[in-house]
């Protein structure tokens, strides 16, 4: 059974930090991504990781301040947020795919986790 967890949501300041994680079973996927959604609007994708590990993509809103990382001995990803803003206000999910190409487009993921929320005040 494919599964991906997310983990790590929670509250914070801003300007804080949180750090997220995503752990993947049931399959080793290529590449992962990090989307964001807040009620009412478009789920969005904020940060690409490929296979190695060595090629990362970011969303122009948290180029900078996000950063994306993998374990791929533990089939984990992580997102490390600093520098929070209210408008990092979201449930954040992990997505992931086979095909090991950059992508933050929602309709090229076809594996999801249940989401964890950020709240920053």
């Known amino acids: 059974q494919v599964q991906l967890v997310e983990s790590g949501g929670g509250s914070a300041l801003a300007g804080g930090s949180v750090r997220l994680s995503c752990a993947a079973s049931?399959?080793?996927?290529?590449?992962y991504s990090w989307f964001r959604q807040v009620p009412g609007k478009e789920r969005e994708g904020v940060a690409f990781?490929?296979?190695?590990?060595?090629?990362?993509y970011y969303a122009d809103s948290v180029k900078g301040r996000f950063t994306i990382s993998r374990d791929n001995v533990n089939d984990t990803v992580y997102l490390q947020m600093n520098n929070l803003k209210p408008e990092d206000t979201a449930m954040y999910y992990c997505?992931?795919?086979?095909?090991?190409?950059?992508?933050?487009?929602?309709?090229?993921?076809?594996?999801w986790g249940q989401g964890t929320q950020v709240t920053v005040s």
């Open positions: 049931g399959y080793t996927f290529n590449t």
């Open positions: 990781i490929g296979t190695g590990g060595d090629r990362t």
């Open positions: 997505a992931a795919r086979t095909v090991d190409r950059v992508s933050l487009q929602r309709s090229n993921y076809n594996y």
